[in-house]
């Protein structure tokens, strides 16, 4: 799934995303370090992938969306 960066701390390297109908997801330390990158910018696509439904909803892989 496709989303956007909007928030990013380098110091916990956690951040949110909005994905394209506007709803903001969190994600953890974990996931940012999944997908192996070293900063993010907000306005970024980034790929994410999810688990989980509604307010359990969980960003597990935060990576740089690539063409």
Request: hydrophobic letters at 35%; charged letters at 25%.
């Amino acid at each position: 799934m496709q989303a956007t960066s909007y928030t990013y701390d380098p110091e916990t390297r956690s951040g949110s995303v909005l994905l394209d109908d506007g709803t903001p997801v969190v994600f953890d330390t974990a996931a940012f370090d999944a997908g192996g990158l070293r900063l993010l910018r907000p306005g970024q696509r980034v790929r994410i992938e999810l688990t989980g439904e509604g307010e359990g909803r969980r960003i597990t892989l935060v990576t740089l969306q690539t063409f």
